[in-house]
């Protein structure tokens, strides 16, 4: 069964950082490009970016809402990808989920409040 | 930025159809992702690539895509198959995603 877990979630003061990580088994993480995917309480799905595989030169894409703050990055060698989060706001509070767009983690929940 | 536009809700009695619409200016050029999430739970595909169904999801779940609009259809619908449902695609240049708002579905 193929599963995605993400890690590194809990809580950051405004403007602090945080480091989420998506381990991966029993999947072709090497030729799937990976996006992290956000829910704020009771709201619906925001897409937050995503990284491609090494064929398409591991290229990012963000969000405007994330753009110059979050960064994407992979570790094919360790089946993971991991979110980098920075200067985070209030509004960043959410469960953060990683996601093939066919498979999906649980999601781990990020609040960032004083 | 590039939106896709779902209605808030669909009520359907069991056994009828429910249609979820999806409409955004580059669903003629990009394709539309179903998802459905149960209250608590993460996301699951249930339409990828318009209209292929991944394995281990019932046949009642079909998609279609006409022009600017993408439409998951439940053909006889369940209980269980109430939910919130989303759809996926990407803006004209296939770099950024987007979900629609979502359509919660409820069976009655």
């Known amino acids: 069964e193929v599963q995605l877990v993400e890690s590194g979630g809990g809580l950051v003061h405004p403007g602090g950082s945080l480091k989420l990580s998506c381990a991966v088994s029993r999947f072709n993480f090497s030729g799937s490009a990976m996006h992290w995917v956000r829910q704020a309480s009771g709201k619906g799905l925001e897409w937050v970016g995503r990284?491609?595989?090494?064929?398409?030169?591991?290229?990012?894409a963000y969000s405007a809402s994330v753009q110059g703050r979050f960064t994407i990055s992979r570790d094919d060698s360790r089946k993971t990808a991991y979110l980098q989060m920075n200067s985070l706001r209030a509004e960043d509070t959410a469960i953060y989920y990683c996601t093939s767009l066919s498979y999906w983690g649980r999601g781990t929940l990020v609040t960032v409040s004083s | 930025s590039y939106e896709l536009t779902q209605p808030p809700s669909v009520s359907v009695s069991p056994g009828q159809s429910a249609r979820i619409t999806c409409s955004g200016d580059a669903l003629a050029k990009k394709y539309a992702f179903w998802y459905q999430q149960k209250s608590g739970q993460a996301p699951v595909m249930v339409i990828y690539e318009d209209s292929k169904r991944p394995s281990g999801i019932p046949e009642r779940f079909s998609g279609s895509s006409s022009g600017t609009m993408a439409t998951l259809t439940i053909s006889g619908a369940q209980v269980e198959d109430e939910g919130d449902f989303y759809c996926y695609s990407t803006d004209s240049s296939g770099h950024l995603g987007v979900f629609g708002g979502g359509t919660k579905v409820t069976v009655l």
């Open positions: 990284i491609r595989n090494k064929g398409n030169s591991y290229a990012t």
